[in-house]
């Protein structure tokens, strides 16, 4: 294999591969249940109690503060969880969000934006800069003590409400985007398959046939792909970005998106890195009970996190 995978992740994606085809058209609710389930099981497990309070935001989503009893200091992390719009929510991420709070010594708030399809574009997108507005109005952190990230969709959110936020003149402090989705216009259902979304069409977690269900139900108007706040990489004005990084699994069909971003915000000017990490596919961070790759890669996600 040009790219190796940790022989824990090929036994785990082996048996992921082969529970899919017992149930090859799962509901939308029998999805997200599955989800939750494996990621509660295999992602992060806190080790401390970590004080949690439910924020309503006027949207009618929410969102939620974690609070860690090692707080060193009053950085913010505003993240939103991956899922294609449609799978993640604040329960799904609660393990992981309460240890990312433990490990970083900041406070997370996972936000729990309305998913599709019940709720489609751009309504996480508005939830979004509506919490993003609430944490700055209410005072729980200033902009230059707010980190932005999200994973898969929620890192294509994070990454759009640093652009809302820098135009309002309101900039994070950073932002921290891993497996993005930064371009909803492709794969498109006749054109073939190039770069990673060919090498890695199959077979690793993310699937990129997969992605036409998840775009189907966030964008029922396909031509809404072009709009930047569902496809980034349209975004009229990169050079307002504050610091970004953008994490990216090797093995992914997002990878090409990722590094491609990466190199758009470094010729507009942001100041940019671009984590590659080996050994890991699509939403390593639900690897990391088993995977040491992953372990490793989530350790650079602390650090990335950490103001």
């Known amino acids: 294999m040009k790219h190796p995978l940790d022989p824990e992740l090929i036994a785990f994606l082996d048996d992921y591969a082969a529970k899919a085809a017992e149930t090859p058209e799962p509901t939308v609710q029998e999805s997200r249940a599955a989800y939750r389930e494996g990621y509660l099981q295999r992602g992060p497990q806190p080790e401390t109690d970590v004080a949690t309070r439910d924020i309503p ?39 992981q969000s309460r240890w990312l709070a433990e490990q970083t010594g900041q406070r997370v708030i996972s936000l729990d934006y309305r998913r599709t399809p019940e709720h489609i574009f751009p309504a996480p997108i508005e939830d979004a800069e509506a919490a993003f507005d609430l944490i700055i109005s209410s005072g729980l952190a200033t902009p230059d003590r707010l980190v ?25 402090a950073r932002v921290v985007a891993l497996y993005p989705v930064t371009d909803m216009t492709v794969p498109t259902q006749n054109a073939p398959l190039t770069g990673s979304m060919k090498d890695f069409a199959e077979g690793y977690y993310l699937e990129a046939m997969e992605m036409l269900w998840y775009r189907e139900q ?26 970004t990084t953008i994490i990216n699994a090797r093995v992914d069909p997002l990878f090409d998106q990722g590094r491609a971003f990466a190199e758009m915000l470094s010729a507009a000017g942001v100041k940019t890195e671009h984590q590659v990490h080996a050994g890991v596919v699509h939403n390593f961070m639900e690897h990391v009970s088993f995977s040491p790759s992953a372990r490793k890669a989530a350790a650079c996600v602390i650090k990335a996190l950490q103001l």
């Not at 029922?220 to 709009?227: H, I, T, V, W």
């Open 57 to 95: 935001l006027p949207t009618g989503a929410s969102m939620r503060l974690y609070t860690p009893p090692n707080q060193s200091n009053d950085a913010l992390v505003l993240y939103s969880h991956g899922g294609g719009f449609a799978m993640g929510c604040v329960e799904t991420y609660d393990n």
């Open 148 to 172: 932005l990230a999200g994973d898969s969709a929620g890192g294509s959110l994070c990454l759009v409400g640093a652009l809302i936020a820098a135009s309002k003149g309101q900039a994070p």
């Open 218 to 243: 966030y964008l029922p108007d396909r031509s809404l792909g072009k709009d930047w706040r569902a496809s980034v990489v349209n975004a009229p004005d990169l050079s307002i970005m504050p610091p």
